[in-house]
C-alpha cells in the first residue's frame, strides 16, 4: 500500500494522508510426474515427465491503483522444464505472458505486449475445458479453436 502525503501550510499545518491499494502477486504451477512405459527399446522403463496438464510456470502480476477508477496493470510469467530448469516457450525468459496496461471501470482494460488469446481467455473459461476439474484436458479432438491453449 502506497502512502501519499499532502499537506497545506497557513496559520495552521493540516495533513492527511491518502491511500493507494496495489498488489504484486507472484504465482506457479509445478505438474511433473513418473510415468512407466511397459516397451520402450524392448524394455519397460520408468521415466519423469512435465508439464502432464498443466504447463510449469512462475510469474508475477501487479495492481497499482491510480485514482479515479484507473489502474495500472502488469504481468510477466515464464514457462520452464521442472526436470532440468530449461526455459520454454523457445528459450524466452517471458514467454508465456509479459504486458502491461490500464484498467478503467468506466472504459475496460487495455493492455500490450504478450498475452493469451480470447478464445482461450474467454471462451475456454465458459466451456467444459475451463470449468470442469482437470481444466485442459478436456479440448476439442485436435483443438483446432486452441480453447485448450494448445498453441
Known amino acids: 500500500m502506497k502512502n501519499l502525503l499532502a499537506c497545506s501550510f497557513g496559520i495552521l499545518s493540516i495533513c492527511h494522508v491518502a491511500h493507494a491499494q496495489s498488489s504484486v502477486s507472484i504465482y506457479g504451477i509445478i505438474d511433473d510426474g513418473l510415468t512407466w512405459s511397459s516397451n520402450q527399446g524392448g524394455h ?3 521415466q519423469m515427465q512435465g508439464s502432464i496438464s498443466q504447463g510449469n510456470r512462475w510469474g508475477m502480476k501487479g495492481v ?3 485514482g479515479g477508477g484507473t489502474s495500472a496493470l502488469f504481468r510477466l510469467e515464464s514457462g520452464f522444464n521442472v526436470n532440468n530448469g530449461a526455459l520454454s516457450q523457445g528459450g524466452r525468459e517471458f ?6 496496461g490500464l484498467s478503467n471501470d468506466r472504459y475496460g482494460t487495455l493492455t500490450l505486449g ?3 488469446e480470447a478464445i482461450g481467455d474467454y471462451i ?3 466451456s467444459a475445458n475451463g470449468t470442469l476439474p482437470g481444466g485442459i484436458l478436456f479440448p476439442h ?4 479453436d486452441n480453447n485448450g491453449i494448445d498453441f
Open 44 to 46: 519397460s522403463a520408468w
Open 64 to 66: 497499482e491503483d491510480l
Open 95 to 100: 514467454g508465456r505472458l509479459a504486458y502491461v
Open 114 to 116: 504478450r498475452q493469451g
Open 124 to 126: 475456454g473459461a465458459l
Open 141 to 144: 479432438p485436435g483443438d483446432l
